[in-house]
Nanobody, 127 residues
Framework: QVQLVESGGGLVQAGNSLRLSCVAS????????AGWFRQTPGKEREFVGG????????YYADSVKGRFTISRDNAKNTVYLQMNSLKPEDTAVYSC????????????????????WGQGTQVTVSS
């Protein structure tokens, strides 16, 4: 049974940082690209960024580029989202997801490409 469990969310002031973690189990994590998504009430799920199966490739949404960094440790079955210079508009529920890929350069960005999802963690940024 595949499980993804996020942690690290919370309430922070604008300009500060948070690091989210997502621990995977029940899968060979190094065979999967990982993505981070966020969602606010009434809006569609938004791709934040993703990382290839071995961590050599990352992609980011324009809205977070230069502020957020995704990394992974396959030995720990964990993917991280380091969020710096947070803004109130970053407030959302953040979820990690895993997508089985063949090539290390593949990093999906569409939610439908991801077969496994975590339950999400709330990030609230106050102004």
């Amino acid at each position: 049974q595949v499980q993804l469990v996020e942690s690290g969310g919370g309430l922070v002031q604008a300009g500060n940082s948070l690091r989210l973690s997502c621990v995977a189990s029940g899968l060979t994590f190094s065979n999967y690209a990982a993505g981070w998504f966020r969602q606010t009430p009434g809006k569609e799920r938004e791709f934040v960024g993703g990382i290839g199966r071995i961590g050599s490739v990352t992609y980011y949404a324009d809205s977070v580029k230069g502020r957020f960094t995704i990394s992974r440790d396959n030995a720990k079955n964990t993917v991280y989202l380091q969020m710096n210079s947070l803004k109130p508009e970053d407030t959302a529920v953040y979820s990690c997801a895993a997508a089985h890929t063949i090539y290390s350069i593949d990093v999906p960005s569409e939610p439908k490409s991801f077969g496994s999802w975590g339950q999400g963690t709330q990030v609230t940024v106050s102004s």
